[in-house]
């Protein structure tokens, strides 16, 4: 399990770089969707399934807005790939950045990080996510029915400002 972990981890910070790196709003997104997905699945590793649900659901939702948005206002015939050199050189000094840190701080990891919640009491009835669920409903129930809200209302007036030539408020671009 700690070796599924650190390969999720490693892949993560792999597509953090990339989302860094790339100057094209097409890749970057696609990049943080990616960064989302390996995000929700670390934490359902780690016992948060109904947590990593939830924040897939949003951001799935947030980033399809986010990527309608830059395919609208991109104005890129030919946008710029991870294969480029620009965005090469950024990978890899991203790369020596990652590298640097870890060895930097290479002497405080511990294993014990690595397990998870569940695993850590012997004979455990209550799986560590059900009590973050109720507390999720109880307390931050208008908080999710907000930000559902605005999700939908940032859709629409994406969707409004990429209506046409004719009609919107981009008919000058």
């Known amino acids: 399990m700690a070796y599924i972990m650190l390969t999720l981890l490693i892949g993560m910070v792999l597509g953090v770089i990339s989302v860094a790196s790339n100057p094209s709003p097409y890749f970057a997104a696609l990049g943080l969707v990616l960064v989302a ?9 780690h016992g948060g399934s109904f947590l990593s649900l939830v ?16 395919a609208a206002l991109a104005a890129e015939p030919y946008p710029e790939a991870w294969g480029e050199w620009s965005v090469l050189g950024s990978v890899l000094g991203y790369l020596l950045l990652v590298v640097g840190a870890g060895s930097w701080f290479w002497g405080g990891w511990y294993e014990g990080m690595w397990v998870p919640v569940d695993e850590l009491i012997e004979f455990s009835v209550v799986v560590a996510d059900s009590g973050g669920v109720a507390l999720m409903y109880s307390l931050g129930g208008g908080l999710l029915v907000v930000s559902a809200w605005v999700l939908l209302l940032t859709l629409l007036v994406v969707l409004e400002l990429t209506r046409g030539l004719a009609r919107g408020a981009l008919r000058a671009v």
């Open 55 to 70: 924040l897939f659901l949003i951001y799935l939702g947030g980033m399809l807005v986010v990527f309608a948005y830059c």
């Open 37 to 45: 997905g390996v995000g929700c699945v670390v934490l359902m590793g």
